[in-house]
Each structure stands twice: as structure tokens, then as C-alpha cells.
């Protein structure tokens, strides 16, 4: 069965600091990664993809991939308490499904 | 711009009674739609995808199924409702190109539903 793995926190990171958020998945066929972000009682919405080994920025967030680890992380930059909400990580999983993590709950402390 | 729709937002619903849940894509054709469950605390559990009008796949066999009589609507329903039916249901939708970059999924709003 094809999975993909967090830790369901709570990550808690003072405001400012860096926010490290972890993935494994278990289909080396997987070739797209995505980042979602979910607000309590609200549905995800797509912060990120990639699909290439390394790093991918856009702005305040990083996404990094290794498919050899078959690892994926999101790293928030200066982390504000706005970005406290759960993180899904996902993996496409051929036959255009998408797999979901259970997801991580960030807590950003002012 | 693609938009999606999805309604309700929330239902309380006895166990035994029916269910539709409805969810339409505005903006783009032929994309793949799918429903997804989110139990409290839990992860995305997919249900039903669908690549196009009449085609529907099961993940996850229960009192629930799914129809698609249209290219962008896509219809979840139950003859008869459990308790154990009672979550966070997302339609949702996605290009489906193939390749990289071609499977982000766009969610609807959500329907939280309690079944009573």
C-alpha cells in the first residue's frame, strides 16, 4: 500500500524562527510532491509542489526533495503565528490520485 | 479562473437517512474530481476519483458511492447514513495531465457532516 508518512506534532516554534516540517513516502514511482496547508474547519490549500531533486523557494517557504531518501520537507522562514494550522504532505500516486499524509500541526508562539 | 463548488457546508443528518452531497468544477473540462473524508483529527482518506463522465473508482469499500453524469459535477451519496459516516467530506478536483506538476489537487469549501 502506498503511504506517506508525518509526524502529527504539535511542531511549536517561537515567531520568527524556522519551521522544519518532515515526509516520507513509501511509491519510488511517485514523481510530484505537494505541500498543503489546512486551517482548522477549512479545506487545503496547495502551498507548494516539486518534483525535482533539491530545493524549491518561493518566498518565506522552501521545499526539498530526495527521492533516493524518499524524503521531502517543508521549511518555513520567519514563522508568524498565521502560519499555525496542519501541513499535509502528499505524493501523486499514478492513475492521478494523490496520496495525503495524516499531516503535521505547526504551532508558532508569539 | 477555475472555481469549485461544493454544498452544503454543514448537514446533521440521522443514521438511516440518505445523502447527497454535491460538488461542481467551473472553468476548466474533462478534470479528474475526487472525494475525500477527514475523520476528526485524521488524515485525507480518499473515496472516490474520477477521470471522466461515468467513470468512477473505489478506494475504500462502504455504504458510500459516487456518480459523475456530467464532466465537471460529481455526486456523493448514500442509500442510508452510519455514525460512522459523520466527517469532514472535500470534494476536489485536478488537472490530471500527467507527468510532473499535472496532479495538484484544488479543494471545494468542504461539507461537515454529523450523522446523528
Sequence with gaps: QKEVEQNSGPLSVPEGAIASLNCTYSDRGSQSFFWYRQYSGKSPELIMFIYSNGDKEDGRFTAQLNKASQYVSLLIRDSQPSDSATYLCAADGGYQKVTFGTGTKLQVIP | ?116
Design chain 2, 1 to 116: 479562473s477555475q472555481t469549485i463548488h461544493q454544498w452544503p457546508a454543514t448537514l446533521v443528518q440521522p443514521v438511516g437517512s440518505p445523502l447527497s452531497l454535491e460538488c461542481t468544477v467551473e472553468g476548466t473540462s474533462n478534470p479528474n474530481l475526487y472525494w475525500y473524508r477527514q475523520a476528526a483529527g485524521r488524515g485525507l482518506q480518499l473515496l472516490f476519483y474520477s477521470v471522466g463522465i461515468g467513470q468512477i473508482s473505489s478506494e475504500v469499500p462502504q455504504n458510500l458511492s459516487a456518480s459523475r453524469p456530467q464532466d465537471r459535477q460529481f455526486i456523493l451519496s448514500s442509500k442510508k447514513l452510519l455514525l460512522s459516516d459523520s466527517g469532514f467530506y472535500l470534494c476536489a478536483w485536478s488537472l490530471g495531465t500527467g507527468g510532473v506538476g499535472g496532479t495538484e489537487a484544488f479543494f471545494g469549501q468542504g461539507t461537515r457532516l454529523t450523522v446523528v
